[in-house]
């Protein structure tokens, strides 16, 4: 089982979305933070295409915690 799982672990860390980065990763997210940052502030006109929920959902947890911990100073 533990074989199984290394090599399921390899193959994940080897696929990429449409971005070109490996989904949920640290590269992935700063990607992802940023684009939508320039489309909220309306400096991407023509690029929206499409966001991954996964981004949205990461972006959203990072910001509650991090209000987090600002609450708790």
Do not use: F, Q
């Amino acid at each position: 089982m533990s074989n199984l799982l290394r090599r399921v672990g390899k193959l994940e860390a080897r696929l990429t979305d449409a971005s070109g980065l490996v989904p949920r990763s640290e590269h992935w997210l700063a990607y992802w933070g940023h684009r939508i940052e320039r489309l909220l502030g309306g400096e991407a006109h023509g690029e929206t295409g499409r966001i991954p929920l996964e981004a949205v959902d990461a972006l959203v947890a990072a910001s509650t915690a991090e209000a987090n911990r600002g609450e708790a100073r």
